[in-house]
């Protein structure tokens, strides 16, 4: 079985099936890793998601910052701050069912090579740590009491790990991590809104994966999130997020003893929905 990790699809859908075709994907036989960001800014959130559900097994997403955002969404009016294309996902009939296929989704999701998160790991946590705050959170969103989660998630406090963290704060913490973190400073303290490539940041700032003695160096961790990065590989992380809602690329990256990549020219279809 051919394992392929993919980037951020962010509603290209048909981007994605072309992707798919470039990597003959035999759903009988191979399995995708969706690393997250599933919806929202592209033309085909609600496509998207119908597609990604109807492989069942043959797919694992994690979820990404702007899944999440759909999953608050959801639990509230939509607003004139909703994206159109999240706005046709909870019009559609099929509403309740991808909604709640969507909340059962994992935060972290690995076998006995690669470990797969949307954004990041904290430098504090190693894979048992990490697997355990996944658990924690996805209970919590699977939970009959989930729209409490959702409504509570939302702020940039608390920044740095502590194991005396407890109740919301605590899963605050790490869906930041899982979903929306970039750069950590040295003692591990997480800045969840400089987005910028790294280079462009202060100079107290490093990317998450290149703090010093990070508790998760002996995890091959593949994750997307930061377009602006786009494609690296180093520190035993594979980032795969290229940009294709930006008119950059859809990346899949074939997982195994030689990791390999595939990838594909997409159209700048950031306005095609919406103003983003």
Not at 172 to 186: E, G, H, V
């Amino acid at each position: 079985m051919a394992i392929y990790a993919i980037g951020d699809v962010q509603g290209c859908y048909d981007e994605l099936l072309r992707l798919l075709d470039t990597i003959a994907f035999n759903e009988h036989n191979d399995q995708l890793w969706f690393v997250g960001d599933l919806v929202n800014r592209g033309p085909k959130s609600l496509e998207t998601l119908r597609f990604i559900k109807s492989l069942g097994d043959s797919a694992i997403a994690v979820l990404g910052n702007h899944d999440m955002h759909l999953l608050a969404a959801a639990c509230s009016v939509p607003s004139s701050n909703t994206k159109a294309a999240l706005k046709e996902v909870l019009a559609a009939p099929d509403r309740d069912e991808l909604i709640d296929w969507l909340r059962h989704r994992p935060l972290f999701h690995h076998n006995d090579q690669f470990c797969m998160v949307h954004a990041g790991i904290p430098p504090q946590w190693d894979f048992n740590q990490t697997k355990q705050m996944a658990q924690e959170v996805e209970k919590a969103l699977q939970s009959n009491d989930y729209k409490i989660l959702l409504k509570a998630m939302y702020g940039d406090k608390p920044d740095i790990w502590s194991p005396m963290l407890h109740g919301t704060p605590r899963l605050r913490f790490s869906i930041n991590c899982f979903t929306r973190m970039r750069y950590c400073d040295a003692e591990g303290r997480v800045e969840m809104n400089f987005n910028g490539s790294p280079g462009s940041q202060p100079n107290h700032l490093m990317p998450w994966f290149a703090v010093p003695n990070r508790k998760s160096l002996d995890m091959k961790i593949v994750f997307g999130h930061w377009s602006s990065l786009g494609y690296y590989e180093g520190h035993d992380c594979y980032a795969i997020d290229t940009g294709c809602l930006w008119g950059g690329q859809l990346t899949a990256l074939k997982l195994g003893e030689r990791v390999e990549r595939f990838s594909i020219d997409c159209s700048d279809t950031k306005n095609k929905v919406g103003k983003i």
